[in-house]
C-alpha cells in the first residue's frame, strides 16, 4: 500500500500558488473552500478529497497527477542518453522527438530534439499550433520553417524564436533527416 506524503502536495500547491503571484484567498475564493482549509492542506496538516485537490489543481493550472506525485522537483536532473526514450512520433507525418527532460511545473520549458522526416517520406503539408512559444535551433540538417504563411530556409547553427500559436511546420529541405533543438516556452 502507497501513502500520500501530505507534506510533498502543500509544498507543491504552495510553491506553484506562490509562482502564480496568487494569494490563499484569491486560491480559495475560486476553488469554493476557506482559506484555512487551504492553508491546512499547504501545510500538510490535512488530507482532502480528491475533488478539492481537482479544483485546486485546475485554479493553479497544473494537472492533478503532477499535485498527487510525490516525488519533488529536483534542482538537477540529469538524464543519460542510454536512458532517454528513443524516439517517439510518427515518422511519415514528418517528425518525431526526444524529450530531453521532463517539463518542469515550475519552469513551464520542455526542451526536445525533433527529428524532421526526410523528404521522400514525410506525408505532412499541415501547419500546426499550439499554445506555447517556441526556440528552435538547428543541430544537424537543413529545414525550411512554414511560420505564419512564409517559408525561411535554416541551417545547421540557425535558430528561431516565433509563437507557437501562429501555424508553423518543419519542413524537410532533402532526403536527409534533420535534427532541431526545441525548447517549448509556456506563455505566462
Known sequence: MRFINL???GLKLKEIRLRKKMTQQQVA????I???MLSKIENGQTASAIATLSKI???LNVTLAWILDDKTEEDLVLQKKSNRESKVGDVSMGYSYELLANRSQFSGIEPTIVHVTPKNINQREESYTHSQDEFIY???GSIFLFYNGDKHYMEKGDSAYFQGSKPHLFIPVNDEEAKVFTLFIDRP
Open 7 to 9: 507534506h510533498a502536495i
Open 57 to 59: 489543481s485546475e485554479v
Open 34 to 36: 476557506s482559506k484555512s
Open 29 to 32: 475564493d475560486r476553488c469554493g
Open 138 to 140: 538547428i543541430l544537424e
